[in-house]
């Protein structure tokens, strides 16, 4: 089964409203990462939070993590048209070989 | 500039032939990755090299080899393709997997259709 699950698969809000989405995980991180993909693009780095940290800030992004439940928040306030695209948290694991493991993606539509 | 550039950025080919996928990153990162999209958005790491040398292989037929030149490229070949290896593949490179902020970089990614 995947590291990442998030949740929901697919959220539609209107512009101006916050989009919540939920991942949660199975094993030990060192860290937790969200990234954005446009369709038919890459993806591109938003946040990254540390295993010893619970809440973190990056302009209208706010991530929270909770290592007891194994599960990260990404919200994004005041949403905007050019927010619609996909989400995916990845963990950071604590093996010798470090890897990101991606969950499955929330696709977030913000209609104007 | 482009950071992480991949070659072709769409690939059509037919079954059992065998295709080559560039990778370069002018980021001076010192490790690289490829990852493999399916049609359902999921994202699963093939491999990953650091300067050159192969440190992640996950389970992938050894129809793809990777190769690494130096450490600002990764190219991937694919013989004997095959329909099921139809997917987005994409290129990404990071400062060093052992940093303790490993954030990835990604190329645009290469629509590889087997027919």
């Given amino acids: ?112 | 500039d482009t950071a992480v550039s991949q070659t072709p950025k769409y690939l059509v080919t037919q079954m059992g032939n065998d295709k080559s996928i560039k990778c370069e990153q002018n980021l001076g990162h010192d490790t690289m990755y490829w990852y493999k999209q399916d049609s359902k958005k999921f994202l699963k790491i093939m491999f990953s090299y650091n300067n050159k040398e192969l440190i992640i292989n996950e389970t992938v037929p050894n129809r793809f080899s990777p190769k690494s030149p130096d450490k600002a490229h990764l190219n991937l070949h694919i013989n004997s393709l095959e329909l099921g290896d139809s997917a987005v593949y994409f290129c990404a490179s990071s400062q060093g997997f052992k940093r303790e902020d490993n954030e990835q970089f990604f190329g645009p990614g290469t629509r590889l259709t087997v027919l």
């Avoid at chain 1, 989009?19 to 949660?24: E, F, I, K, L, R």
């Avoid at chain 1, 050019?82 to 948290?89: E, K, R």
Wanted: some cysteine; aromatic content about 6%.
């Fill in chain 1, 1 to 112: 089964s995947q590291q990442g699950e998030e949740d929901p698969q697919a959220l539609s809000i209107q512009e101006g409203e916050n989009a919540t989405m939920n991942c949660s995980y199975k094993t030990s991180i060192n860290n937790l990462q969200w990234y954005r993909q446009n369709s038919g693009r890459g993806l591109v780095h938003l946040i990254l939070i540390r295993s010893n940290e619970r809440e973190k800030h990056s302009g209208r992004l706010r991530v929270t993590l909770d290592t007891s439940k194994k599960s990260s928040s990404l919200l994004i306030t005041a949403s905007r048209a050019a927010d619609t695209a996909s989400y995916f948290c990845a963990t950071d694991g604590t093996g010798s070989a470090r890897q990101l493991t991606f969950g499955s993606g929330t696709q977030l539509t913000v209609l104007p």
